[in-house]
């Protein structure tokens, strides 16, 4: 499995940092800002003892309001909110965009820390990824769906990274958006199958107003592609309604998407399916609650997209 190669940058400082609670590695106003594993796990620490819970929000930064809802939602369930920014190498193929994947740390900072959010994990990829470093967490069937037949490494990189930052931040609860349904799901099954003792919360897709899904990536699209973006929500929303007055065949549902998506110029349709929730496995009738996931280039730009289809009374 080929995987964009790890920096062979210098190892972790983190042996070198004082143990005791000392402060953390920088602090932006009233947001604890800590780049160091050992200064975080020390931070946790602290939180536990003194019989805090403490809700996590991991992200790989350049935040937009669908960030900031799941900080609201992480904000009602623990005491002491943190968040994460590390835009993960482990999960990019080697021909994908690692290297222009946009960042604004002081910006993202602000927008935290507005959200109320305590303490901000930022480390470096020599933090996470000292040299010589070879683990990595692998789920059997669920990456065999939807991104995971075309992104090969990225969902041993999710679980990788994620299992990583929960053994640093120690959350109680941990919330993850449901744009990224098959990413929830990995993390539930992983959590669940490593019997880890943290909760995990979906938080609802956050839409701009015109109903693209909001993304970091959105950035990347040119306004003349904008309709094209469009189509996925629009398709998406189409099938809602089929399904929801009485249509039970997927085939039918995936060919209208296809063909209503691909009728815009500039999209090139990666998978359109209709699957079990839960297993992600396809289904041929929808009967009940059905996903159905997308995703779809426009242009250069790789968009994902997703929602149930309920059956009438269902
Ligand atoms: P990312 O920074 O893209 O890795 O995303 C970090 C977290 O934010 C993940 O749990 C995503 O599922 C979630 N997220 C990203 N976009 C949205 C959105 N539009 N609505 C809700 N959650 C989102």
Same mark, same amino acid.
């Given at each position: 499995? *080929?995987?964009?190669?790890?920096? *062979?940058?210098?190892?972790?400082?983190?042996?070198?940092?004082?143990?005791? =609670?000392?402060?953390?590695?920088?602090?932006?106003?009233?947001?604890?800002?800590?780049?160091?594993?050992?200064?975080?796990?020390?931070?946790?620490?602290?939180?536990?003892?003194?019989?805090?819970?403490?809700?996590?929000?991991?992200?790989?930064?350049?935040?937009?309001?669908?960030?900031?809802?799941?900080?609201?939602?992480?904000?009602?369930?623990?005491?002491?909110?943190?968040?994460?920014?590390?835009?993960?190498?482990? &999960?990019?193929?080697?021909?994908?965009?690692?290297?222009?994947?946009?960042?604004?740390?002081?910006?993202?900072?602000?927008?935290?820390?507005?959200?109320?959010?305590?303490?901000?994990?930022?480390?470096?990829?020599?933090?996470?990824?000292?040299?010589?470093?070879?683990?990595?967490?692998?789920?059997?069937? =669920?990456?065999?769906?939807?991104?995971?037949?075309?992104?090969?490494?990225?969902?041993?990189?999710?679980?990788?990274?994620?299992?990583?930052?929960?053994?640093?931040?120690?959350?109680?609860?941990?919330?993850?958006?449901?744009?990224?349904?098959?990413?929830?799901?990995?993390?539930?099954?992983?959590?669940?199958?490593?019997?880890?003792?943290?909760?995990?919360?979906?938080?609802?897709?956050?839409?701009?107003?015109?109903?693209?899904?909001?993304?970091?990536?959105?950035?990347?699209?040119?306004?003349?592609?904008?309709?094209?973006?469009?189509? =996925?929500?629009?398709?998406?929303?189409?099938?809602?309604?089929?399904?929801?007055?009485?249509?039970?065949?997927?085939?039918?549902?995936? &060919?209208?998407?296809? *063909?209503?998506?691909?009728?815009?110029?500039?999209?090139?349709?990666?998978?359109?399916?209709?699957?079990?929730?839960?297993?992600?496995?396809?289904?041929?009738?929808?009967?009940?609650?059905?996903?159905?996931?997308?995703?779809?280039?426009?242009?250069?730009?790789?968009?994902?997209?997703?929602?149930?289809?309920?059956?009438?009374?269902?």
């Amino acid at each position: 499995m *080929e995987s964009r190669p790890l920096s *062979e940058g210098c190892p972790s400082t983190d042996n070198t940092v004082p143990v005791g =609670l000392g402060p953390p590695t920088r602090k932006a106003n009233a947001i604890d800002v800590i780049q160091h594993i050992k200064d975080m796990q020390r931070y946790a620490d602290r939180v536990r003892s003194d019989d805090h819970t403490m809700a996590f929000v991991p992200t790989m930064g350049f935040l937009h309001e669908g960030h900031l809802s799941l900080c609201r939602i992480g904000r009602e369930r623990g005491d002491v909110l943190a968040a994460s920014i590390f835009v993960n190498p482990a &999960q990019f193929g080697p021909t994908e965009d690692f290297d222009t994947y946009p960042r604004n740390l002081e910006r993202d900072l602000s927008l935290l820390e507005k959200e109320g959010v305590d303490v901000v994990f930022t480390p470096t990829e020599a933090n996470l990824y000292p040299e010589g470093y070879q683990t990595y967490v692998n789920l059997t069937q =669920l990456p065999e769906h939807l991104c995971g037949l075309s992104r090969p490494v990225f969902f041993r990189g999710v679980a990788t990274v994620v299992i990583k930052l929960f053994h640093i931040v120690k959350p109680h609860v941990a919330v993850f958006g449901e744009k990224d349904f098959q990413q929830l799901q990995v993390i539930r099954r992983m959590v669940a199958d490593l019997d880890m003792d943290i909760e995990i919360e979906g938080g609802p897709i956050v839409r701009e107003s015109d109903g693209l899904a909001m993304s970091s990536r959105n950035s990347y699209l040119g306004s003349e592609q904008r309709p094209a973006a469009l189509s =996925l929500y629009r398709a998406l929303c189409a099938a809602k309604d089929r399904v929801g007055s009485g249509e039970t065949d997927a085939a039918k549902i995936i &060919q209208e998407a296809t *063909e209503s998506i691909g009728s815009y110029p500039d999209t090139d349709i990666d998978y359109v399916t209709v699957c079990d929730p839960i297993t992600l496995d396809d289904i041929s009738r929808i009967d009940d609650p059905a996903l159905m996931a997308l995703a779809v280039k426009v242009g250069q730009t790789r968009l994902i997209d997703n929602m149930i289809l309920a059956p009438p009374g269902k």
